[in-house]
């Protein structure tokens, strides 16, 4: 419309939308970080289970290592 404070609000809101919009992101990220780390840590703990696990029964020595 020709009402200049029309156009100035919907701007605002633009910009509102863009904010809102990085701060969902940042928290995805946030998210997908310690989802990814607590994974890393199992897999780490896993790996060395089975590590251990080889060298009690025998199937790892330390020349193979």
Do not use: H, M, P
Not at 15 to 21: D, K, N, R, S
Not at 24 to 44: A, E, H, R
Not at 50 to 62: D, E, M, V, Y
Request: glycine fraction near 4%.
């Amino acid at each position: 419309t020709g009402d200049w404070s029309s156009d100035v609000c919907s701007s605002d809101l633009f910009l509102i939308v863009i904010i809102q919009t990085f701060r969902i992101i940042t928290i995805l990220i946030t998210y997908v970080n310690i989802i990814f780390k607590i994974y890393w840590n199992s897999v780490q703990k896993r790996e060395l289970f089975l590590f251990q696990s080889a060298q009690n029964t025998g199937k790892i020595t330390r020349t193979n290592v």
